[in-house]
């Protein structure tokens, strides 16, 4: 069992930053950030691998947003720059303990919040 915890949503005006933080109970193997808009379904955001080897984006997010990790904490990080309202949500943390697992641990979500 892994629990994760995640922090750092808030409101923010257009074109301004946030940085969300998970933190696992445990060790990972890959970490991602999903999020979900109202009355829309859930879709994905970033994920990293353990080593940071393989990083993946959802085109929404490209150049400007980065997920990082740091192992020793066994923290993940999504910074978010130039926010748009579009990326109003609340944001989950998942988490894989291997290379054949999917997603089975999620965070509670942090709400982002993007006034225009």
């Known amino acids: 069992q892994v629990q994760l915890v995640e922090s750092g949503g808030g409101l923010v005006q257009a074109g301004g930053s946030l940085r969300l933080s998970c933190a696992a109970s445990?060790?990972?193997?890959?970490m991602g950030w999903f999020r979900r808009a109202p009355g829309k379904e859930r879709e994905f955001v970033a994920s990293?691998?353990?080593?940071?080897?393989?990083?993946f984006y959802a085109d929404s997010g490209k150049g400007r947003f980065t997920i990082s990790r740091d192992n020793a904490k066994n923290t993940v990080y999504l910074q978010m720059n130039s926010l748009k309202p579009e990326d109003t949500a609340v944001y989950y943390c998942?988490?894989?303990?291997?290379?054949?697992?999917?997603?089975?641990?999620w965070g509670q979500g942090t709400q982002v919040t993007v006034s225009s």
């Open positions: 990293t691998t353990w080593s940071g080897s393989a990083t």
């Open positions: 998942a988490a894989a303990l291997s290379i054949v697992q999917s997603y089975s641990y």
């Open positions: 445990g060790r990972t193997y890959r």
